[in-house]
């Protein structure tokens, strides 16, 4: 049995834009899985398609539960394959991308279409498709709703990646990070903390001093 996942995004970009941005993705705050990536092939075919693939090494965090049924020295890190084709006349570029590392524990293979939103040539649709496998006697299912939840996180930063890196191309300032947000609020209650206990001191050392009178 396979999971499958369908999803549509829309990107406020043109396809141009997008395109560029494709190649440019890698690094962005939500892309920090991604280790290294590398061009194993490229060409361009007499139809003036450019067909590429790369090598991605990401990554390979498994659930916790998982750990004492999966081998002690598996890998950290996982390596991924991308194919990509664009087409300038149609105006799409499509990415199949699979898993190579672990593949007998959890498949994931991903297929993209990234064209012309119809409603607005200005945007850029994005349909996304995904089938999670895996064969492990007994934990298959559970492997796969795993790696469906994780699939669908990814995607939520894959999106967050690309308008990162779209609006530093358009000399925009991109949207703060999670982890920008993150530290702002954490600076803001260690702020308050230690007012609270500075306040408390001041207090204290009001009350001792109103003692030492009466």
Same mark, same amino acid.
């Given at each position: 049995?396979?999971?499958?996942? $369908?999803?549509?995004?829309?990107?406020?970009?043109?396809?141009?834009?997008?395109?560029?941005?494709?190649?440019?993705?890698?690094?962005?705050?939500?892309?920090?899985?991604?280790?290294? #990536?590398? +061009?194993?092939?490229?060409?361009? %075919?007499?139809?003036?398609?450019? +067909?590429?693939?790369?090598?991605?090494?990401?990554?390979?965090?498994?659930?916790?539960?998982?750990?004492?049924? $999966?081998?002690? !020295?598996?890998?950290?890190?996982?390596?991924? +394959?991308?194919?990509?084709?664009?087409?300038? *006349?149609?105006? %799409?570029?499509?990415?199949?991308?699979?898993?190579?590392?672990?593949?007998?524990?959890?498949?994931?293979? #991903?297929?993209?279409?990234?064209?012309?939103?119809?409603?607005?040539?200005?945007?850029? #649709?994005?349909?996304?498709?995904?089938? +999670?496998?895996? !064969?492990?006697?007994? $934990?298959?299912?559970?492997? *796969? #709703?795993?790696?469906?939840?994780?699939?669908?996180?990814?995607?939520?930063?894959?999106?967050?990646?690309?308008?990162?890196?779209?609006?530093?191309? *358009?000399?925009?300032?991109?949207?703060?990070?999670?982890?920008?947000?993150?530290?702002?609020?954490?600076?803001?209650?260690?702020?308050?903390?230690?007012?609270?206990?500075?306040?408390?001191?001041?207090?204290?050392?009001?009350? *001792?001093?109103?003692?030492?009178?009466?």
């Amino acid at each position: 049995m396979v999971k499958y996942f $369908l999803g549509l995004s829309v990107l406020k970009s043109s396809w141009d834009q997008v395109f560029v941005a494709f190649w440019q993705r890698y690094p962005n705050p939500y892309s920090k899985h991604v280790l290294t #990536e590398d +061009i194993l092939f490229r060409e361009v %075919t007499p139809d003036n398609r450019l +067909i590429s693939r790369r090598l991605l090494t990401k990554t390979n965090r498994a659930p916790r539960w998982t750990e004492k049924y $999966l081998p002690s !020295n598996m890998a950290r890190s996982a390596y991924v +394959i991308e194919d990509s084709i664009v087409d300038p *006349q149609s105006r %799409t570029l499509t990415t199949f991308t699979w898993n190579i590392s672990h593949a007998r524990y959890m498949a994931v293979e #991903e297929r993209c279409v990234y064209g012309v939103n119809p409603d607005n040539n200005s945007w850029t #649709e994005i349909k996304r498709e995904a089938w +999670i496998s895996s !064969n492990l006697f007994g $934990l298959s299912r559970a492997l *796969q #709703e795993f790696g469906l939840a994780r699939f669908k996180s990814s995607v939520t930063k894959t999106m967050k990646g690309f308008e990162f890196i779209l609006a530093k191309m *358009q000399g925009g300032t991109p949207s703060r990070t999670l982890a920008e947000t993150a530290k702002e609020a954490t600076d803001k209650v260690k702020e308050t903390a230690l007012a609270a206990t500075e306040k408390a001191k001041d207090l204290a050392s009001q009350a *001792q001093k109103k003692q030492q009178y009466v």
